[in-house]
């Protein structure tokens, strides 16, 4: 079986995240922004639901 790996929608993601107010450059921000692409989700990959 292929890997799918789908692109993260941030715009859907980070409105709705804890980390919202956090800065891009610092963690866990920096992490997600740095991986666009994800396993089989759309999802950031330290997205925490507020």
């Not at 993601?13 to 992490?31: L, R």
Request: charged residues 35%.
């Amino acid at each position: 079986m292929e890997d799918i790996y789908k692109e993260v929608y941030f715009d859907q993601y980070c409105k709705n995240c804890i980390y919202e107010k956090t800065a891009e450059k610092d963690e866990p921000c920096y992490e997600c922004l740095n991986n666009p692409v994800n396993l089989y989700s759309h999802k950031p990959v330290n997205f925490e639901k507020k």
